[in-house]
């Protein structure tokens, strides 16, 4: 799809917003908890901790493998991750900032948990099953395809501008989801699969390595990193990829 030497994508660290998510989940609540809107939700301790070890997971790489340009979705909780990784290392690719990296929007069902949504909307959940999870577009919100579109025009616009560079991601679960169907060329049934049987841990990297005019996943959804620094990774799902 794209002439980039390699891609690759780290989610977010632990925000504040995944921990009142699965609080809220496990107490049984229509509503989350969360003040902030969605683009200014910070990290949490833990968030900051996993951020810190992607950064040192970075500076340990050698030359060679260093990404040429970076990334990031403006959401606070990416630039912050982002912020405290790049910190850790001693060289500065090209940075950028792209709102087409933004998480998910869910429209009217923003801050509702699984249970919520069924609630008070549960002519929503019909519309889900009849158009699928991959088409299905909540009110005011964005479906996977549209922000595999967004996606798909973000990576033409770094080829054209850094070709045969290595770009490294911050951003979001969708993201990783998202990618492979984009640069594996993934049918949308076996990518639902994936999401339904994977967790993109929060620190993780997942990343795809040029290889006979296409791409070769390298790391998927990968938490060594973090795990041989003694980081926890934390498997929070967000609920762009559960209840919606």
Known sequence: MTDLGWVGVVRHGESTGNV?????EDAGLDVIDIAERDADVPLSPRG??????????????????????????????????????????????????????RDRELGVLD???????????????????????????????????????????????LERRHPGARVLLFAHEMTAYLLRYLLEGIAEKELLVIAHDTVVANGSVTSWAREDGGFRLQHEHATEHLREQGVQPTESEDAETDSV
């Open 20 to 24: 009142a998510r699965e609080a809220a």
């Open 111 to 157: 801050l509702l948990t699984t249970r919520g949504v069924a609630n008070r909307y549960p002519d929503e959940l019909i519309r889900k099953q009849r158009l699928g999870k991959f088409y299905y577009r909540p009110p005011g919100g964005e479906s996977w395809a549209d922000v595999a579109l967004r996606l798909r025009a973000l990576l033409a616009d």
């Open 48 to 101: 900051e901790e996993q951020a810190a070890a992607v950064g040192r997971w970075l500076a340990a790489l050698p030359g060679g493998q260093r990404p040429d340009v970076v990334v990031y979705s403006p959401y606070q909780r990416t630039l912050s991750t982002a912020a405290l990784a790049i910190g850790e290392i001693d060289y500065r690719p090209v940075e950028l900032v792209d709102e087409r990296l």
